[in-house]
């Protein structure tokens, strides 16, 4: 439950690993632990971080993690040096402004917690390359976040974001970008200048619109815009020629798909399912590598006949649409492996 005060006698010591205790606090003697590199002190009962560790210049990484800390306390942008940061899983409400001063960090983790701002610094750590805000209250993130050149891996799940902003163009690294259930109703346009993504995953949202510059992510392959309220997809579309897998499922298209859609030849699998598509290019016959696809409950009247080039089409689901007859061009299909036509006419 407790350390003694004379581990201060410990200079030397480089790792100390107490996770997994039934601690309440660190003592302040940490302060004489000069030689400190790492500290993982996760899984215990900490309620506070003490002003002491200040003192410890060579930290690089702290883990503290599953913890009931609600206050960082003063000086803990004081730890220059540390690089990795898991302070996830505790009680915090807000990061002193000073932990924009921790430009080494190259990970950091701040999941699951009740963080509702960050700090307007927070940019500052420009080295960070994997930050995960998930599972707060954060509702806007700071303009000087355009400075993060180096991030790779962003994670925000789970928060009261309104959009995601315009800052979005200096993150030209960012490979991975999750946005699940927010309160996101726009994609700011300098979000096409993320040429590095390959991932962008923001279901359960309140999105509205794909703006045309979205097309300019010719890197992108993981796309999941599941229930949102899209009501149509721009023709930029179908210059995302890397897109592997699509889910745009259970949102309010009610046009029909641009002709650009057929551009999509690296397409695999396609979840168009629960919205009111009443129809589907020719140019959709040109997806030769698409595998699956769901169509399922729309208004399409008939099975397009361009599938009948799908020749890669393993899974096929159109049901709960308003198709009358059965689509006997699909029967030219030779991998297909599931087709499901119920609750249509």
Known sequence: MHIPPEV???????????????????????????????????????????????????LKYLVLH???????????????????????????????????????????????????????????????????????QIQVLPESMVGMEKMEILRINDNW??????????????????AKNNKIRRIAPEVGEMLSLQSFFAPMNQIEAIPAEFGMLT???????????????????????????????????????PPEFGLLRALRTLDLSHNQISGLPMSFGALECLETLNVSHNTLPSVPQSMMYLQSLRELNCSGNAIKSFPMHLCDLTKLRALDLSSNR
């Open 8 to 58: 201060a006698n410990c200079g030397n010591l480089e790792v100390f690993l107490c996770d997994n205790n039934d601690m309440r606090d660190l003592p302040k003697e940490i302060e004489f632990m000069h030689e400190m590199v790492h500290l993982d002190a996760s899984r215990n009962k900490l309620e506070r971080v003490p002003t002491e560790i200040q003192n410890m210049y060579p």
């Open 66 to 136: 599953s913890n009931r800390i609600s206050d960082l306390g003063y000086g803990f942008g004081e730890l220059a040096q540390l690089q990795f940061c898991n302070l996830s899983s505790n009680k915090l409400r807000e990061l002193p402004e000073d932990f924009s001063n921790l430009t080494s960090l190259t990970k950091l983790d701040l999941s699951n917690n009740a963080i509702t701002h960050l700090p307007d610094h927070f940019g500052q750590l420009y080295l960070a390359q994997q930050i995960n805000l998930s599972v707060n």
């Open 161 to 178: 974001l309104q959009e995601i902003p315009a800052c979005s163009k200096g993150w030209i690294a960012c490979m991975d970008l999750q």
């Open 219 to 257: 890197a992108l392959q993981q796309l999941n815009l599941r229930t949102n309220w899209i009501t149509e997809l721009p023709p930029e579309i179908g210059a995302l020629v890397s897109l592997q897998n699509m889910d745009i499922s259970h949102n309010r298209l009610n046009t029909d798909l």
